[in-house]
């Protein structure tokens, strides 16, 4: 059984910085891109970030590139996003998602696409402050 289990969020004021973290269990990190997704109040759900361990691969969309760092520790199954420079249309609840890897440019894929990962974690709200 494939569990994504994010933790992280909370309260940041507007400049501030987060780290958002993501535990999986239960897949092969080789064979899965593993992003994140935010969905804020009323709008529709953002690709943000995606990482293939499988080649190293990391697309990121353009309303967070310049401000964000996915990562990876592979020995902890543990996915990271960090982003700078909050601002408040940040808020939102943020979700760490799977989809499987086809090719180098799946993350990319999925940036765009992000209803078609296949697993979501349970998702953790951010709210950045003004």
């Known amino acids: 059984q494939v569990q994504l289990v994010e933790s992280g969020g909370g309260l940041v004021q507007a400049g501030g910085s987060l780290r958002l973290s993501c535990t999986g269990s239960?897949?092969?990190?080789?064979?899965?891109?593993i992003g994140w997704v935010r969905q804020a109040p009323g709008k529709e759900r953002e690709g943000i970030a995606s990482y293939s361990s499988n080649g190293g691969n990391i697309y990121y969309a353009e309303s967070v590139e310049a401000r964000s760092t996915i990562s990876s520790d592979d020995a902890k199954s543990t996915v990271y996003l960090e982003m700078n420079s909050l601002i408040p249309e940040d808020t939102a609840d943020y979700f760490c998602?799977?989809?499987?890897?086809?090719?180098?440019?799946?993350?990319?894929?999925?940036?765009?696409?992000?209803?078609?990962?296949?697993?979501w974690g349970q998702g953790t709200q951010v709210t950045v402050s003004s």
């Open positions: 998602v799977a989809g499987p890897r086809f090719t180098a440019y799946s993350g990319r894929v999925y940036i765009s696409k992000p209803d078609q990962y296949t697993y």
């Open positions: 239960g897949l092969n990190l080789d064979d899965y891109v």
